[in-house]
């Protein structure tokens, strides 16, 4: 089922989401359902759970989306009770967007390179290395979860702002 996706401003949002203690049960199968459904429809590269108003720490990512462009391919994933680390001290700055911000781009910097650990919705381990946009990712989703959207980390305000006056040429997007 699509659901409607919370828009900065809105508190739950901004507060810490909780670690899910039970896997492979019939909630979680149905939450991402609905997380696979709303990200689809809205065509975005990635979810993360309390955006649509579950304040649990639950991501997903990848496949669908249309805005990784030449960036590289992501495989879909489903993460649970992530943990990024970093890998290295090198972050590069890119353009960004959000379902919760819709119509705004912004250069945000991130770690180039991190190894993500989490669960799969039966309790399998994920683990990965990865770097650039798959990296880039998965801190934004991750971010959700900590109540973090991605203007807080912005640091030059001057490459923020509509995606239709920042790139008038490029193909209408979604948000
Ligand atoms: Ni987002």
């Given at each position: 089922m699509i659901r409607d996706v919370l828009r900065m401003g809105d508190g739950r949002l901004l507060v810490r989401s909780k670690e899910v203690?039970?896997?492979?049960?019939k909630e979680l199968h149905a939450l991402l359902a609905d997380m696979r459904d709303t990200m689809a429809y809205m065509n975005g590269a990635g979810l993360a759970a309390p955006q649509i108003?579950?304040?649990?720490?639950v991501v997903i990512f990848g496949a669908?989306?249309?805005?990784?462009g030449d960036r590289g391919d992501i495989p879909e994933t489903t993460l649970i009770n992530p943990v990024v680390e970093p890998i290295g001290l090198l972050t590069t700055e890119d353009w960004e967007g959000c379902l919760s911000v819709p119509g705004l781009r912004g250069r945000v910097p991130r770690y180039e390179k991190v190894r993500y650990r989490g669960f799969d919705v039966t309790g399998n381990t994920v683990d990965r290395l990865v770097d650039g946009f798959h990296a880039r990712v998965v801190q934004h989703e991750c971010d959700h979860l900590d109540g973090v959207l991605y203007p807080m980390r912005?640091?030059?305000?001057?490459?923020?702002?509509f995606v239709d006056v920042l790139f008038p040429d490029a193909a209408i997007q979604d948000d």
């Open positions: 203690t039970e896997f492979d049960t108003g579950v304040p649990l720490r669908q989306n249309l805005r990784s912005i640091r030059d305000f001057n490459s923020f702002g």
